[in-house]
């Protein structure tokens, strides 16, 4: 099993900046790729980015790029997910995903419980 831990979500001024953390524990040397989704209110949860964990292969979503960077630390099993300019629309949950064996799948192996952006205008 692994487990995943988010945190850096807060109340942020719209042109801010943040950075999210998630830190995988448990058998963490399982995994294969990591990811950030966000669901905002009222709203069914969308992929942001995902990176592949051996040589931060990375992807985004179209309405992230430019602004997001996600980026990993191997040694600390964490992923981090930089935000830039920030939105009010970038309003959400936040949530970290792994998976064992691909870069992206359909459905992830494990999930972390979010954590909330505000970004206020």
């Known amino acids: 099993q692994v487990q995943l831990a988010e945190s850096g979500g807060g109340l942020v001024q719209a042109g801010g900046s943040l950075r999210l953390s998630c830190a995988a524990s448990?058998?963490?040397?399982?995994?294969?790729?990591m990811g950030w989704f966000r669901q905002a209110p009222g709203k069914e949860r969308d992929f942001v980015a995902a990176?592949?964990?051996?040589?931060?292969?990375?992807r985004y979503a179209d309405s992230v790029k430019g602004r997001f960077t996600i980026s990993r630390d191997n040694a600390k099993n964490t992923v981090y997910l930089e935000i830039n300019s920030l939105k009010p629309e970038d309003t959400a949950v936040y949530y970290c995903?792994?998976?064992?064996?691909?870069?992206?799948?359909?459905?992830?192996?494990?999930w972390g419980q979010g954590t909330q952006v505000t970004v206020s205008s």
């Open positions: 990176i592949r964990w051996r040589d931060g292969t990375a």
């Open positions: 448990g058998r963490a040397l399982s995994i294969y790729s």
């Open positions: 995903a792994a998976d064992r064996t691909t870069y992206f799948p359909a459905n992830w192996d494990y």
